[in-house]
């Protein structure tokens, strides 16, 4: 692994069921984040996290939930998918303490049907 | 909370004039600044960042950003832009105050017409 990863890149998902969109990052960044991003409405910031063990609500946190238990991992748990819930997945990290700049994954795309 | 306003949804410039892309923002305290930009189906990648010193940082690219707390902006400009440089282009804030929450604006199109 280098850098950060997110799986799946894209998944279909029947609206009701719970979904886990896994983040991972090797950097050994203290900082994470998950971003949905919605045509014409930029990223918008979920969930994020400061440090392992620790997680804060973003702007539209409703309908989604986090764990930090380690440095690396940082997955995001979607209760009960709705269709609106059909933007892109972002994740990131930083190393906040050294003002890096946040390095995002590729993306995954999620369409609830 | 931290806050970043693009102004424009699309910025059209011709291939070789120079190109700007507006960002203000809004934070307490003193701002972390950067701008990223993001080609079709993929992540954002980083271009640049202001942190502290000099007020004009240069980035990837050829693009560069000057910062100017009084009218707390962050253009981003470039020059003489090219038919590659057409993509989706975000201006991000953060500052440090118990969290390292990192806000992004709505982006701006930019088209760069041959």
């Known amino acids: 692994i280098a850098g950060i990863t997110q799986a799946p890149t894209s998944q279909i998902l029947a609206a009701g069921r719970r979904m886990t969109l896994r983040c991972t990052q090797d950097?050994?960044?203290?900082?994470m984040y998950w971003y949905r991003q919605d045509l014409g409405l930029g990223l918008r910031l979920i969930h994020y996290?400061?440090?392992?063990?620790?997680?804060g609500k973003g702007e539209v946190p409703d309908g989604y939930s986090v764990s930090r238990a380690n440095t690396d991992d940082f997955p995001l748990t979607l209760a009960s998918a709705v269709p609106s819930q059909t933007p892109v997945y972002f994740c990131a990290s930083s190393d906040s303490d050294r003002n890096t700049e946040a390095f995002f994954g590729q993306g995954t795309r999620l369409t609830v049907v | 909370a931290q806050s970043v306003a693009q102004p424009e949804d699309q910025v059209n410039v011709a291939e070789g004039n120079p190109l700007t892309v507006k960002c203000t923002y809004s934070v307490s305290g003193n701002p972390y600044l950067f701008w990223y930009v993001q080609y079709p189906n993929r992540g954002l990648q980083f271009l640049l960042k202001y942190i502290t010193g000099d007020n004009l940082v240069k980035g990837s690219y050829g693009f560069e950003a000057e910062f100017n707390k009084s009218q707390t902006s962050f253009h981003l400009k470039k020059p003489s832009a090219l038919v590659s440089d057409s993509a989706l282009y975000f201006c991000?804030?953060?500052?440090?105050?118990?969290?390292?929450?990192?806000?992004f604006g709505k982006g701006n199109q930019v088209v760069v017409i041959p």
């Open positions: 991000a804030v953060r500052t440090y105050y118990g969290n390292n929450r990192l806000a």
């Open positions: 950097m050994r960044h203290n900082a």
């Open positions: 996290s400061n440090t392992a063990g620790t997680t």
